[in-house]
Nanobody, 114 residues
Framework: QVQLVESGGGLVQPGGSLRLSCAAS????????MGWYRQPPGKERELVAG?????????NYADSVKGRFTISRDNAKNTMYLQMNSLKPEDTAVYYC??????WGQGTQVTVSS
């Protein structure tokens, strides 16, 4: 069992940046797969980025965010991150972190608008 808490969302102008954090209630050293998902208004939840393994683990990204978003994790801090650059209005969504495909955070709202 692990509780996940996202933070770092907010309102940002197009072209801006945000860094999301996902803090876990216990060590994530043994959690192999972690990821960020998002759910835009009126749409289904979708995978944004995933990371397998430790801090230097293998990563994968949705085509829509490749080259703009970077996922990372710091096992020593029990935290996963999502650095989002060059944000677009279509990135507007509630962003969720996930661990091992089982545990979910409560979500953090990201709104990209001028």
């Amino acid at each position: 069992q692990v509780q996940l808490v996202e933070s770092g969302g907010g309102l940002v102008q197009p072209g801006g940046s945000l860094r999301l954090s996902c803090a876990a209630s216990r060590s994530i050293f043994t959690i192999n797969v972690m990821g960020w998902y998002r759910q835009p208004p009126g749409k289904e939840r979708e995978l944004v980025a995933g990371i397998i393994g430790g801090s230097g683990g293998r990563t994968n990204y949705a085509d829509s965010v490749k080259g703009r978003f970077t996922i990372s994790r710091d096992n020593a801090k029990n935290t996963m991150y999502l650095q989002m650059n060059s944000l677009k209005p279509e990135d507007t969504a509630v962003y969720y972190c996930n661990a091992q495909g089982v545990w979910w955070g409560q979500g953090t709202q990201v709104t990209v608008s001028s």
